[in-house]
């Protein structure tokens, strides 16, 4: 039985940097190769730099490397998206659709396709958030995903391309810091409290949304991955549950550490998009299909982040 050779495209970033080493493990060190626009220096294994929005980069690493699964992970965020609403849609949308050419006209087998909370809008229960439900999104990064997940589902029905997807929640992980996203603030409140400094948050206290601790959302894309082909029902992209806080129960959980912790509050535009997306998500579908089933809550998310962010400043210092 051949090996899978993976393709890991935006491998830079916050999910990308974790998901890619992970996958060494899985599926072997050689086997794994890393892509992004610049070299991580951090990095160890195969790595090219790539832009995924020429078609003809992506063929060729394919080919020269015989890869049979791909998992295209770069994309402009929510908050950086609204910058510029017009490139952002074209970027988001020109890789994706290279990708899934590419995987078409080739021997690649299987893609993974992140999706997002951001896919729904006002349309959509606030409260457990059903998989099937009217897509308005917001954003014009979420535009660019509720396309995606259309996509998605045609090339599978046309086609026969296993394309699985995920969408996740606020993910928050101590290994990189976050790109841009709307739920960033449960990323830099840790590193904040470890440097004992005023937190300055750009939502307001009881904006309470749905996350996932990094370990998780990593073990659920290769689970999911790994599923059989027969068990994926959803061609359009799983809601991933986890755990759903707001900034004041994620302050009160970080003060058990740090007694003088402080946030100060000041919601900017970010609050509007937080505003529109889920509280809490109805993941069922996923349990029921390939069986999800997160592991950290918020106490053992909060244990872990700072104990691990306050090892990396720890050697900071001592460089």
């Known amino acids: 039985m051949n090996e899978d050779i993976i393709l890991v495209i935006g491998s830079n970033g916050q999910l990308g940097s974790v998901l890619t080493r992970e996958l060494q493990k899985v599926h072997g060190y050689d086997n794994v190769i890393a892509s992004d626009l610049y070299v991580d220096p951090c990095f160890s294994g195969i790595f090219e730099i790539l ?14 490397y015989s890869v049979t699964q791909i998992y295209h992970l770069a994309a402009i965020l929510s908050a950086k998206g609204e910058e510029k609403p017009l490139s952002t849609w074209n970027l988001n949308i020109k890789m994706m ?10 021997i690649v087998n299987k893609v993974f396709f992140p999706s997002s909370i951001a896919v729904f809008g006002d ?41 699985r997807s995920i969408r996740y929640p606020g993910v928050i992980g101590h290994q990189s810091m976050p790109g841009g ?10 590193h904040s409290a470890v440097k004992q400094q005023t937190y300055t948050c750009f939502l307001s206290a009881e904006t309470r949304l749905p996350m996932i601790f990094m370990n998780d959302a990593i073990r659920a894309t290769i689970e999911l991955m790994q599923a059989p082909k027969e ?46 997306w889920p509280k809490s998500i109805d993941d069922s579908e996923a349990r029921n299909d390939w069986g999800w089933k997160p592991e950290y809550n918020l106490r053992m998310m909060t244990t872990e982040m700072l104990e691990k962010l306050k090892e990396k400043y720890n050697n900071i210092k001592l460089k």
Do not use: C
Not at 129 to 151: D, F, H
């Open 97 to 106: 659709l290279n990708v899934f050419e590419v995987a078409r006209l080739s």
């Open 181 to 190: 996203g709307t739920t960033d603030y449960a990323v830099d409140i840790y």
């Open 123 to 163: 349309k959509a229960p606030l409260e457990h958030t059903p998989q099937s439900v009217y897509l308005n999104p917001a954003t014009v990064y979420g535009i660019s995903k509720a396309a995606g997940e259309n996509w998605a589902q045609y090339y599978h029905a046309n086609y026969g391309l296993d394309i």
């Open 51 to 64: 832009d995924a929005t020429h078609i003809a980069d992506i063929q060729s690493i394919v080919k020269q």
């Open 231 to 276: 068990n994926i029902k959803t061609r359009t992209a799983y809601n991933l549950g986890a755990m759903s806080f707001d900034p004041s129960e994620i302050t009160a959980e970080i003060k058990h550490f740090y007694p003088d912790f402080q946030v100060d509050y000041q919601p900017d535009s970010r609050q509007l998009i937080a505003n529109k």
